[in-house]
């Protein structure tokens, strides 16, 4: 099953089971943002999938802004921890072994652009999955790490449902009047 197809059977459940909105958001954002899993993992496009369905599907739109934020905010800190702890070994391991560029743009990234890399990065795949890390290896200060990591969480995932909710929308808009025209 590609990623593309096990994305959409996540979003049908979500669908038939709102109840699991926030869990499942919380789950995939958590994955999403840790350094290891962020490669396999792609969750921006079934959050914006669930985004797209929130109103019209009775889904409510803070439970699950909280529990991405929080699954997003999460994985970063496990990664900064990380990053920290293991400093040395980690370009040893996947998939920073054989991709060892991602280190080496992170840490150029972290020296350009400080604590505010945190936040840039979070809107980046490959820099997503390797700036926190990164910030530990490097160790960023502890505090302004995390309130960048919580504010940027915050922000990406209301980005993301917000895209969906809107995509929604001018899908539906050109559906009633657009496509009807011809």
């Known amino acids: 099953m590609s990623?593309?197809?096990?994305?959409?059977?996540?979003?049908?459940?979500?669908r038939d089971h709102r109840a699991w909105a926030a869990p499942i958001v919380f789950a995939l954002a958590f994955a999403e943002s840790l350094a290891f899993l962020s490669f396999v993992v792609p969750a921006w496009a079934v959050l914006v999938g669930i985004g797209a369905m929130m109103k019209s599907g009775g889904i409510a739109f803070l439970?699950?802004?909280?529990?991405?934020?929080?699954?997003?905010?999460?994985?970063?800190?496990?990664?900064?921890?990380?990053?920290?702890?293991?400093?040395?070994?980690?370009?040893?391991?996947?998939?920073f072994s054989q991709h060892?560029?991602?280190?080496?743009?992170g840490e150029a990234f972290i020296k350009k652009w400080g604590v505010l890399a945190?936040?840039?990065?979070?809107?980046?795949?490959?820099?997503?999955?390797?700036?926190?890390?990164?910030?530990?290896m490097l160790r960023m200060p502890w505090q302004p790490f995390q309130i960048a990591n919580f504010v940027s969480a915050f922000i990406w995932v209301a980005v993301l449902l917000q895209l969906?909710?809107?995509?929604?929308?001018?899908w539906r808009w050109l559906r009633e009047h657009v496509v009807q025209r011809f």
């Open 3 to 14: 990623l593309e197809e096990s994305g959409r059977h996540v979003v049908e459940f979500v």
């Open 63 to 95: 439970p699950v802004l909280v529990a991405g934020a929080l699954g997003a905010a999460l994985g970063d800190w496990l990664s900064f921890w990380i990053g920290g702890k293991f400093e040395h070994s980690i370009r040893r391991l996947w998939p």
């Open 100 to 105: 060892p560029h991602l280190l080496v743009r």
């Open 118 to 136: 945190i936040v840039i990065g979070r809107f980046s795949g490959p820099l997503r999955a390797s700036v926190p890390i990164v910030a530990g």
């Open 164 to 170: 969906g909710d809107v995509s929604a929308l001018v």
